[in-house]
Every structure is written in C-alpha cells, then in structure tokens.
RNA sequence: GGGCCCGUAGCUCAGCUCGGUAGAGCAGGCGGCUCUUAACCGCAAGGUCAGGGGUUCGAAUCCCCUCGGGCCCGCCA
C-alpha cells in the first residue's frame, strides 16, 4: 500500500505533464457550476441528435468512464445530482486539445466541464464539450467499473472508497441524514426544545450497559462516556424545560454485531404533563411520516417499500406478560422467583449469568418466545417492574410499570415510560438493584435522586436507536450499513 | 467466547478438491475507429498468492500458528 504501483506512477507523470505546461492539477475553486440535473433538465427539451447553442453550462463532477471513438469520445461524469454524458470532439475541441485531454484524463479524475446542452444521436442527455478543466487529478484508481468495490472490509475501512464507486450507498447516507431532519422537526414542530447534555460524566448512568472510561487531566480522576442520555434530560425538566430532545451520541463498551455498534446515534425526548399513552401516540405518528417520507426520498426501492408496509399504524400491542406466558405455556410469571425465572431461561437456551436480576431473566424469556414471531412493527406494553428501574408502576396492573417498546422485526427500536418521579421510590430501585448484586444493575446516580426531591412533573419519555431505525425503514440487515464509519479493528 | 467460511494484479474473479514454478476481465500503456452506454478490435505490460512456520525434490494448493474480515450462536438495552 506504502509502495507506488504502476499505476500510480502513470498517474504521477500525468500530473507533472500537467504542471509542466503550467496548469494547475489541484486548482482552487471552480465558481459557476450547476448540477447534472440542470443540463439534463435542459436537454429534455431537444430531439435526439440536436444540441442547443444559445445557453452554456458548466458542470463538475468525477469521471467514470470514457468511451473513445476515434474522433468522437464519451465521458461520464458523475456527481450527486447524477451524472451526465460528456461528448467531446475534435471539431469542437481542435485536434491537439482533443488528444491531450484524452491522454491526460483517467477514471476517478475530479472534472469539470463548459459546453452547450446536447442530446446523442441515441438519445442520451448531454453536455457537448466546449472546455475542460481538471479539478483534481486522482493517483489512486476508483474500484472497477462494473462490479464496484465488493470487499465488504474494504467498503468499511474506506468508506470514501465505497461512496465514491456507488450511487447507491451514496444515496443511503444522504436519506438517512433527511430523515434525522425529519425527526428534528417533528419534535421542533411540537414545542420541543433540543438540547445537549454531557458525553463525559463521572458515572455513567440510564440504562444497563459497560461504559467506556477515559481520564481528566485537569480533575485528575477518571470519567465515564455517556451510556444514556436519559438522566441529565429528566434534571431539565426538574429545572421547567417542559419538553426536551436531544439526538446524539451514546457509547456503549461492547461488541460490534448486525444490531450493536459501540457508539450509537440515540434520540431520547421527555416530555412533562404527559404519559406513556401520550408518547405512543406520539411515536406512532412519528414512525408514520418517517415512513411515507423515506418512501418519497427513496422510491422504487422494493426493500424501502417492503420496510414502509410493517411501519402501517395503528400498530399492533402485544401485553409483556399476556405474551410471554401465551408464548411459553408458563403461567403466573410476575410470582415466580429469582431461581424459578432463571431456571425457566435456562429452559429457554440463555446462558445470562446466575447473578443475573429477576428483569433480565424475564426479557431473555421474552426474546426466547416472544420476540421471533414479531413480524411488523409492534408495540410490546406494561414490563414487569424488575425490568425498568426508572419507570412508574402501572397504575392499575400490580407488579408492573408504564412502559412500552416498540419492537421492529429481529430488533428494538425504541424504549418509552411513564417516568418515575417519586424520589424516595427512585432510590428504594436503584438499591434493589444493587441489592441483586448483579452485573446488570444501573449505577446508582445519587445526584438524581436529589434532583427528583425539587419536584419532577409527571413525565413520560422515550429512547430510539436512530441507527436501528435507519436500519428498518431502508431494510438494512446490519448496522453497519446505516453507519458511515463503524469501528474496525486496527490493521 | 464457540462454530463455519473467506483473504490471489489497483478493482472483480478463476486456479486449491487430486502439489509441478500464476490466469482472465476491468482499469492503466501503445495502435486503430466521428454517436457510444460495462463501446469495440489488436499488441505489450502488470503478482510479497494476507503474514510466519512446517511437510515435500517441488506449496497459491497439504498441515500448524498469527493478523484481518464475513455469517451463525452466545453475551451486551
């Protein structure tokens, strides 16, 4: 890789070709160019075979391939609009620019391009070539033109790689960043504020997960990346922020699989004077438009539009318990003890460790005999209080608390509560918790326990994995393909 | 952490079963061609077969180890 290829060599020596008649191969800017969309717009206006001489555009873009054809030769450019056919001819160019371009230019060259619209004898929207100019000179040639780049190692390590050979995982970022806009408006639309709050924290804290840790020089002591961004979020509302976003990222110390990555894009939202029906209600038009927009973005995708079809509301709502012990033929869950339970998901296939909590065994069942049969978008509702030490008891079913998930096929995508605003219950959870002694308890946040005593209103909230979502709305298989960077070991 | 599979030219892939000194297409070089769409035709060039060790007269091919990756399982909301 260090070595130069011939290749490169070749490439090289275009480049001091370049400098050498006193041009620039790496110019500064190139002001006035429009996108292929424009000329192809204004070619569809003329027949085939016709050009259009009164109006000049300019277009920059990378070049993919040429077709030379003695005098005549095809370029494709490509940018993001698309791309555009370049003709170039020596009766427009004179003969000896016409054989120095051709000699000078490679596939992967950044170019940009002055001429007039065209449309081909066979049909295809054009530029006919007045002036070209180099923009940037590529030494390294893009992947092969047909098959593209497919070592999937090589298309995560060089991501650039990958987006510069595809159109299409170009366009799978780019919807995916319209939809993270679509769900900022949504909650700008209803009067929630967005906020940030601390990546670094000095105890991590929100959910049940291994933190990474890293180190202050100025405070001398150790830190904690966020795991959650829940805790911080409820303290606003402590403080009257009312209602509250933020979309960020949320690092967790673990494997890298089809649905689990590190770091994370996690949106949380808590939102006072309301419950958990509210957040449904509120989840369930989100989804909804997140899926008719990411049909209008992306259409013509048979895996968009299959995804689209599982994201149709009103959305089923499976009861935690109700299911699970329909699924299992296990009756009386919510009385079972610790060991029972365990036994039970040790029946089950979990190898979860023995000091494992009570909730753990309980959602290791549930994905066991539950989750597999899950096959569109689906509300799971009212969780066994030993699962969620942050969220309100039910307030009629006993044993239980306010929370949903919602459950997309092979994965969760979001987490939501009526929260738990009762401080003194707060810490009587988190040293239950403890209490179990297992590996599995959140860390106890003492200093949210006291934000609770000021006084937090009634309040529900609700995470979502926007990584996970992507993933279900373009029906993606692994979340690394939602990812532009997913962590690789080092070579 | 366990199992299975993969790593050959810049890229996409053959060759490995059954050991005999590395092959094609694309890209690049040279030549031809004024409407192509992965253009086409001809010629020449391009390799640490992931890395290391072993077996063998001889290893891309068989064996072992290491590195990197993929899939499944387990763990992690």
């Not at 899926?291 to 079809?309: G, N």
């Not at 689906?378 to 942050?390: E, M």
Request: with cysteine; proline share 6%; glycine share 6%.
């Amino acid at each position: 890789m260090d070595e130069e290829t011939p290749l490169e060599r070749e490439r090289r020596a275009k480049v001091a070709r370049w400098r050498a008649d006193g041009r620039e191969p790496y110019p500064w800017s190139f002001p006035g160019r429009v996108d292929s969309g424009v000329v192809r717009a204004a070619c569809a206006a003329l027949a085939p075979g016709t050009e259009e001489p009164a109006r000049s555009f300019r277009v920059g873009g990378r070049l993919k391939i040429v077709r030379q054809h003695g005098r005549t030769a095809f370029v494709d450019l490509e940018d993001l609009a698309g791309g555009l056919q370049l003709i170039l001819r020596v009766d427009e160019l004179g003969e000896e620019a016409y054989r120095a371009w051709l000699a000078d230019l490679d596939p992967g060259d950044l170019v940009g391009a002055d001429g007039i619209a065209a449309v081909s004898r066979r049909g295809e929207p054009s530029l006919l070539v007045r002036s070209l100019t180099l923009l940037a000179k590529a030494i390294t040639p893009p992947p092969e033109k047909y098959h593209g780049l497919q070592d999937v190692e090589e298309r995560l390590r060089r991501r650039y790689v990958d987006l510069l050979a595809s159109a299409e995982v170009r366009e799978r970022f780019r919807v995916r960043t319209l939809l993270v806009r679509e769900i900022r408006q949504y909650f700008d639309a209803l009067d929630f504020l967005e906020v940030e709050t601390p990546i670094l924290q000095t105890v991590a804290s929100g959910a049940a997960a291994a933190p990474f840790v890293t180190r202050s020089n100025y405070l001398g002591r150790e830190l904690q990346l966020r795991i959650a961004e829940e805790l911080p979020l409820k303290r606003l509302l402590v403080g009257g922020l009312e209602r509250v976003y933020e979309i960020g990222r949320a690092f967790r110390n673990e494997d890298l699989d089809s649905t689990h990555s590190p770091e994370f894009t996690e949106l949380e939202a808590y939102w006072a004077y309301a419950d958990y029906h509210d957040m449904r209600r509120l989840t369930e038009g989100l989804y909804e438009r997140l899926a008719r927009r990411t049909v209008e973005l992306w259409p013509d995708r048979p895996e968009v539009a299959r995804a689209a079809e599982r994201f149709q509301p009103p959305f089923p709502t499976l009861d935690f318990v109700d299911a699970l012990e329909a699924a299992s033929g296990i009756p009386r869950l919510l009385e079972k003890s610790r060991e029972e339970l365990r036994a039970l998901a040790r029946a089950a296939g979990s190898t979860v460790p023995d000091n494992s909590s009570t909730g753990t065994f309980l959602d290791k069942l549930f994905e066991h005999y539950v989750e597999p049969s899950i096959d569109r978008v689906t509300f799971v509702v009212d969780f066994p209080t030993a699962t969620t030490p942050l969220a309100k008891r039910h307030r009629s079913k006993p044993g239980r608390v306010e929370r949903f998930e919602v459950f997309a096929p092979g994965f969760e995508l979001a987490n939501a509560y009526t929260e738990l605003t009762d401080p003194d219950e707060q810490e009587e959870r988190f040293r239950s918790q403890l209490g179990e002694r297992g590996d599995d308890a959140y860390a106890h946040d003492a200093d949210f326990v006291e934000a609770l005593r000021y006084g937090l209103p009634p309040t529900t909230g609700i995470g979502m994995g926007i990584d996970r979502l992507v993933m279900a709305l373009l029906g993606l298989s692994s979340i690394k393909d939602a990812l532009l960077f997913p962590l690789v070991r080092s070579r």
